[in-house]
T-cell receptor, first 114, second 112 residues
């Protein structure tokens, strides 16, 4: 039973380019959460999605960031026109529709902006 | 969600029990206590959770005081692989949104 799969694990972009991070939740999980962890800082919630719906985007920066979780395929976190401050680890987590509060996290995608 | 307070760092000798405290004096009656950990550079890992009774699983034990204002996570026989940042989170389970708010946690270092 595969866990939460994230790719790429490492991504290097130059300022102004776009970054796309993908997350495949655990089998049977329909809820996806994205978190960001800046170097030497804690985990910050970004967005919570269900299939084809954004439920809570209270932690998403207002510009350049977007997320989707289509009916088919992985969830995608998209960062347009990246800046150096976007360099961070981005973690995806998934949960069951009816959950005890346990989130299952992937190993993260590390974005470096040159 | 109630605010939690944890010591920033702790050391524990390998093979001994690691006891990690967490204060949550403003916890409300329907809020659960959750513990997660993050081993260096990895994704966070769920450890255990509880409401008012003590809980035990294969990883750890959770002791919640009778007034529920504090709790302790116990790793009974710490190994070097238990070196990690441990997060205590208090929240009401919301079956529509399991969003977790992580604080700064306790950095536990297991000493050989």
């Amino acid at each position: 039973n595969a866990g939460v799969m994230q790719n790429p694990r490492h991504l290097v972009r130059r300022r102004g380019q776009e970054a796309r991070l993908r997350c495949s939740p655990m089998k049977g999980h329909s809820h996806v959460y994205w978190y960001r962890q800046l170097p030497e800082e804690g985990l910050k919630f970004m967005v919570y999605l269900q299939k084809e719906n954004i439920i809570d985007e209270s932690g998403m920066p207002k510009e350049r960031f977007s997320a989707e979780f289509p009916k088919e395929g992985p969830s995608i976190l998209r960062i347009q026109q990246v800046v150096r401050g976007d360099s961070a680890a981005y973690f995806c987590a998934s949960s069951l529709q009816l959950s005890t509060g346990e989130l299952f996290f992937g190993e993260g995608s590390r974005l470096t902006v040159l | 969600d109630a605010k939690t307070t944890q010591p920033p760092s702790m050391d524990c000798a390998e093979g001994r029990a690691a006891n990690l405290p967490c204060n949550h004096s403003t916890i409300s009656g329907n809020e659960y206590v959750y513990w997660y950990r993050q081993i260096h550079s990895q994704g966070p890992q769920y450890i255990i959770h509880g409401l008012k009774n003590n809980e035990t699983n294969e990883m750890a034990s959770l002791i919640i005081t009778e007034d529920r204002k504090s709790s302790t996570l116990i790793l009974p026989h710490a190994t070097l692989r238990d070196t990690a940042v441990y997060y205590c989170i208090v929240r009401v389970p919301n079956f529509g949104n399991e969003k977790l708010t992580f604080g700064t946690g306790t950095r536990l270092t297991i000493i050989p």
